[in-house]
């Protein structure tokens, strides 16, 4: 078993996106009226899981669309909010040539929710074998605001429904191969239906905790992203991650967006 963690591009937000604030500004996560001090770059990540079971994809970071008409790809009002960044070498496409793999042949791409930077390179992966979200994030993403639908529009994805299962804030998710050894735990808050993973590896746990919270720093200090779709809900998935991460069984936990975490392969022999 092996987990690679990749950097596909980086997003310009404001650091209340990030961590949330209070204060006189309405909105502060948006940037609007608000100096360059308060804004930062954050890495935009993806998983490649290598499981006995298949391929494994965990969301799919820019599309190369960043790169020459950002403007178009993202609407002028997510635009307006923040702005990725591309380098040659970084998307999706180019990291599956790197590692000698065609998107056809990756058994499952997992999507933790559809916000922008999570999806926005899907186009590039829309012939892999299955593409998953929870049921729950795909009806909230086509009704709700917030979200870019042109960026999966014509892409078959499936839905799996929650299950009882022995992980997280509200025991609910999905044993993905029903063997133990992936599960797909359903931590809401910052959306309605997001995921987080937990990967079992021989000496322990893996958690990619997507944007549950945004960095280390966001469970250690209980720091709720700026957007939530529901308070009461990501503080409890918080909490939730925060306890797991001082288990004894726990490697590491992870966030998409933590500028601390550098691309590296976790590797594990066979389950």
């Known amino acids: 078993m092996k987990v690679h963690i990749w950097h596909t591009g980086r997003v310009y937000i ?3 996106l990030a961590f949330r604030e209070k204060g006189l500004h309405p909105i502060p996560y948006s940037g609007w009226l608000r100096g360059e001090s308060k804004k930062m770059w954050v890495p935009v990540s993806t998983y490649l899981i290598e499981h006995p079971k298949g391929l494994i994809l965990v969301d799919t970071g820019w599309n190369e669309e960043i790169r020459t008409n950002q403007k178009k790809h993202l609407g ?3 635009y307006s909010m923040f702005r990725g960044e591309l380098p040659a070498g970084e998307s999706i496409v180019d990291k599956l040539i790197h590692f000698g793999v065609k998107s056809s042949e990756i ?7 559809l916000h922008s930077d ?3 390179g899907l186009s590039h992966v829309k012939d892999a074998k299955k593409i998953f979200t929870s049921e729950l994030e795909w009806k909230a993403a086509n009704k709700k605001v917030g979200y870019i639908k042109s960026m999966w529009e014509g892409i ?3 839905t799996f429904s929650l ?3 022995p992980y997280g804030p509200f025991n609910k998710g999905l044993d993905f191969f029903g063997d133990g050894t992936l599960f797909l735990v359903h931590t809401p808050g910052h959306s309605e239906g997001m995921f987080s993973l937990l990967v079992k590896l021989n000496d322990g746990w893996l958690l990619l905790a997507s944007d549950v919270g945004y960095a280390k720093k966001s469970w250690e200090q209980m720091m709720l992203p700026g957007i939530t779709s529901n308070k009461i809900h990501a503080k409890k998935s918080l909490e939730w991650i925060q306890n797991f991460s001082q288990r004894k069984d726990c490697i590491q936990v992870i966030a998409n967006h ?3 975490i550098t691309p590296i392969t976790i590797e594990s022999s066979e389950i």
């Open 107 to 113: 058994d499952f791409v997992l999507l933790t929710h």
């Open 156 to 158: 078959p994805i499936n």
């Open 14 to 16: 404001d650091k209340a």
């Open 76 to 78: 002028r009002l997510a």
């Open 258 to 260: 933590d500028s601390e």
């Open 118 to 120: 999570h999806v926005s």
């Open 163 to 165: 299950e009882d299962i």
